[in-house]
């Protein structure tokens, strides 16, 4: 039972497009959701967080969008940059309870020239 | 230490035998947590540590899977008698209780092939 899911193996976006990466859960007692990146042989790390009482968060090049309502979430970088190849993980917790975080099966984002 | 820490890298290990992953979390962080992600799949909770409260195992596939923490120190997970079907890479995580406002930090991995 896959409570985040991310739809889209893969991604394709010329540089200097927006890159939009969508995620969707089924967990309406998730509370907080995270955004992951990874390269090739190295752990995930953090990108982007937002919190359930907010339906947007913006840091520089990244935006997260919330939607409740349909139990959906998004990110958006702009512009797109080479060195934003990778895959991006989508994750979600229940925070205000300190359980572990959920992830999705990953999106794989490539920038082309 | 400054991150977290997994070792060894890498793990070549004949299928039926034993292994034991380490992993070294960051100073102060008390809970550490264990995924592993297979070949084109995406990450997979195993289990998770939170101080000297009772671990979280819902996620270990197996009884042939087990992980012990000593305090807020180092983490080993053990896969006895491996199978073909354990080859992943292994990745630890840890964080502040709860995982923070920033989720958890994660380790290199360590990647296992079971020949």
């Known amino acids: 039972d896959q409570q985040v899911k991310q739809n889209s193996p893969s991604l394709s976006v010329q540089e200097g497009r927006i890159s939009i990466l969508n995620c969707d859960y089924t967990n309406s007692m998730f509370d907080y959701f995270l955004w992951y990146k990874k390269y090739p042989a190295e752990g995930p790390t953090f990108l982007i967080s937002?919190?359930?009482?907010?339906d947007k968060n913006e840091d520089g090049r990244f935006t997260v969008f919330l939607n409740k309502s349909a139990k959906h979430l998004s990110l958006h970088i702009v512009p797109s940059q080479p060195g934003d190849s990778a895959v991006y993980f989508c994750?979600?917790?229940?925070?205000?309870?300190?359980?572990?975080?959920?992830f999705g099966s990953g999106t794989r984002l490539s920038i082309r020239p | 230490g400054a991150g977290v820490s997994q070792s060894p890298s890498n793990k070549v290990t004949e299928k039926g035998k034993d292994v034991e992953l380490r992993c070294d979390p960051i100073?102060?962080?008390?809970?550490l947590y264990w995924y592993r992600q297979r070949l084109g799949q995406g990450l997979e909770f195993l289990i998770y540590f939170q101080g000297n409260s009772a671990p979280d195992k819902s996620g270990l596939p197996s009884d042939r899977f087990s992980a012990e923490r000593t305090g807020e120190s180092v983490s080993t997970l053990t896969i006895q008698r491996t199978q073909q079907e354990d080859s992943a890479v292994y990745l630890c995580?840890?964080?502040?209780?709860?995982?923070?406002?920033?989720?958890?930090?994660f380790g290199s991995g360590t990647r296992l092939t079971v020949v």
């Open positions: 995580a840890s964080s502040l209780p709860g995982g923070g406002t920033r989720g958890y930090t």
């Open positions: 937002i919190s359930s009482i907010k």
């Open positions: 100073s102060g962080h008390t809970a």
């Open positions: 994750a979600a917790s229940e925070w205000s309870s300190a359980s572990k975080i959920i």
